[in-house]
């Protein structure tokens, strides 16, 4: 009778401990730092200088350095970090300084280049090219920069970018996201060394 109370006893912690993993484990470890954003304010990975560019988005589809280049035109050295996000997600400053750019820029696509000051440029690419901000414009940290732009751009002078089936794209792109990219010194650094 002993036997039988402890074998039920070690079944129920092991099915219990079974349907904690289950059920429990991938909600914590799934959760979305940014997405608890519910009241406006800025999430911030580590450095308080500098904000996550897409509330609610934080996942990283490549990362910075050396890769495979996902598709024709782009680089084997990535040089900046691509967050995927829906056409149309909000983009915001991660910190304080003025738009130096904003344009068709070639692998890039639509781009708005915000700057820090002269030794500091943070570039957003594959943005839409419905543009909020202009050149000049001074930004606040969390202000509403841009969204998402599209996979697929029409009436591009000069852009050389397509897809398989030679649809044109916003720049060396195979969908939506964004490429954030630091220049330190006119030299590209690893974002992430900012935002955690």
């Not at 954003?37 to 450095?47: D, H, R, V």
């Not at 560019?53 to 050295?77: E, Q, V």
């Not at 915000?114 to 930004?139: A, F, M, Q, R």
């Amino acid at each position: 009778m002993g036997g039988d109370f402890i074998n039920n006893s070690i079944f129920k912690l092991i099915l219990f401990t079974i349907l904690f993993c289950i059920f429990f484990i991938p909600t914590i470890t799934a959760t979305d730092i940014s997405a608890q954003n519910n009241f406006g304010e800025l999430i911030f990975y580590g450095n308080q200088n500098f904000a996550w560019p897409i509330p609610g988005y934080t996942s990283i589809s490549s990362y910075f350095g050396k890769r495979n280049a996902p598709t024709s035109g782009a680089s084997t050295y990535h040089k900046g970090v691509d967050i995927p996000a829906p056409e149309g997600t909000d983009l915001i400053a991660t910190c304080n300084g003025i738009i130096t750019f904003t344009g068709f820029l070639g692998g890039g696509g639509y781009t708005i280049t915000l700057s820090v000051d002269d030794t500091l440029k943070i570039t957003y690419c594959h943005v839409s090219p419905n543009y909020i901000v202009s050149e000049g414009d001074s930004i606040t940290q969390g202000q509403i920069i841009g969204q998402v732009g599209p996979k697929y751009v029409y009436g591009v002078p000069g852009n050389t970018y397509t897809d398989s089936l030679g649809r044109p794209t916003n720049g060396a792109t195979t969908g939506c996201h964004l490429h954030l990219g630091f220049r330190a010194n006119e030299t590209y650094v690893n974002p992430l060394d900012y935002l955690q």
